[in-house]
T-cell receptor, first 113, second 114 residues
Framework: GENVGLHLPTLSVQEGDNSIINCAYS??????FIWYKQESGKGPQFIID?????DKRQGQRVTVLLNKTVKHLSLQIAATQPGDSAVYFC????????????FGAGTRLAVHP | GAVVSQHPSRVICKSGTSVKIECRSL??????MFWYRQFPKQSLMLMAT?????????EQGVEKDKFLINHASLTLSTLTVTSAHPEDSSFYIC??????????FGSGTQLSVL
């Protein structure tokens, strides 16, 4: 199966600061991107998504930016809270066939009080 | 919102035995479900795509005879790990494609093979 990277980098931030988590995707044909949050021992939880015809989308306290030129995706979390501590994954939807979702390597976010 | 139920959440078995994991879409029908495997501190790796009423599509490197997938109804897909060995110990996660083409995930199954 496909996987991007075998290590989880960690981003440490202070409570109240803004967090930026980055992701590089691999397939220029991917048309839909999603950010997920995963807490220990649980399945991924949907945060926000963006289609390839957009470059920015905002949710509650979160913003996703998409740069198709360099195949880069970022997740911005405003006023980070201790409850935001988790592993964050970006995922790209590979169009065609059954539209399978391929996950990036993931980043661990550690929020310190 | 759409809910995907995965059972069991944790299973411990002896080497050589088979283990079945169930994935159910509770409030929507899913013609397509996906099975992922996740090792500690790693990302989710897609194993196979489960299609209702037809054979599953396996990713490269995933043994179809080892990981049997059955998608017998629009709300249930099962993954059977046959003749499990310690290297099969992992966190298995299912997902189902629901309304608006969004993917909804189960809570995962931690498999430990002794």
């Amino acid at each position: 199966g496909e996987n991007v990277g075998l290590h989880l980098p960690t981003l440490s931030v202070q409570e109240g600061d803004n967090s930026i988590i980055n992701c590089a995707y691999s397939n220029s044909a991917s048309d839909y991107f999603i950010w997920y949050k995963q807490e220990s021992g649980k399945g991924p939880q949907f945060i926000i998504d963006i289609r390839s015809n957009m470059d920015k989308r905002q949710g509650q306290r979160v913003t996703v930016l998409l740069n198709k030129t360099v195949k880069h995706l970022s997740l911005q979390i405003a006023a980070t809270q201790p409850g935001d501590s988790a592993v964050y994954f970006c995922a790209e939807n590979r169009a065609g066939g059954y539209n399978k979702l391929i996950f990036g390597a993931g980043t661990r976010l550690a929020v310190h009080p | 919102g759409a809910v995907v139920s995965q059972h069991p959440s944790r299973v411990i078995c002896k080497s050589g035995t088979s283990v079945k994991i169930e994935c159910r879409s509770l409030d929507f029908q899913a013609t397509t479900m996906f099975w992922y495997r996740q090792f500690p501190k790693q990302s989710l790796m897609l194993m196979a795509t489960s299609n209702e009423g037809s054979k599953a599509t396996y990713e490269q490197g995933v043994e179809k005879d080892k990981f049997l997938i059955n998608h017998a109804s629009l709300t249930l897909s099962t993954l059977t790990v046959t003749s499990a060995h310690p290297e099969d110990s992992s966190f298995y996660i299912c997902s189902a494609r629901g309304p608006n083409e969004k993917l909804f995930f189960g809570s995962g199954t931690q498999l430990s093979v002794l």
